[in-house]
């Protein structure tokens, strides 16, 4: 199973990005897509994730600007980030527990994609 990352980019405080993630390979079913983040000098953390359910889950620090959906048929996550901050400039990481044929459900990592917000 991979994962490709795309969107990510230099915007102003107040725009907005789209990051995707495309997932390819022997994959059986999706349990949990969600994306990650890393500032400089600081933990990876959860920003935002569904389930199989379409169930959701954000950060505090990001809820009401970004939205994360999913779309089945071509294995892709999306997150959709509105009023951008500086704080949110980070690599963003999208993050799948996957299963394949004859395999058992894990995790994988993209790649990661800069986001860059200025003020």
């Known amino acids: 199973v991979q994962l490709q990352a795309s969107g990510g980019g230099l915007v102003q405080a107040g725009g907005s990005l789209r990051l995707s993630c495309a997932a390819s390979?022997?994959?059986?079913?999706?349990?949990?897509m969600g994306w990650y983040r890393q500032a400089p000098g600081k933990q990876r953390e959860l920003v935002a994730a569904i389930g199989s359910a379409d169930s959701t889950n954000y950060a505090d620090s990001v809820k009401g600007r970004f939205t994360i959906s999913r779309d089945n048929a071509k294995n892709t996550v999306y997150l959709q980030m509105n009023s951008l901050k500086p704080e949110d400039t980070a690599v963003y990481f999208c993050n799948i527990v996957a299963s394949s044929i004859g395999a058992p459900a894990r995790s994988y990592w993209g790649q990661g994609t800069q986001v860059t917000v200025s003020s």
């Open positions: 390979g022997r994959i059986f079913s999706i349990n949990f």
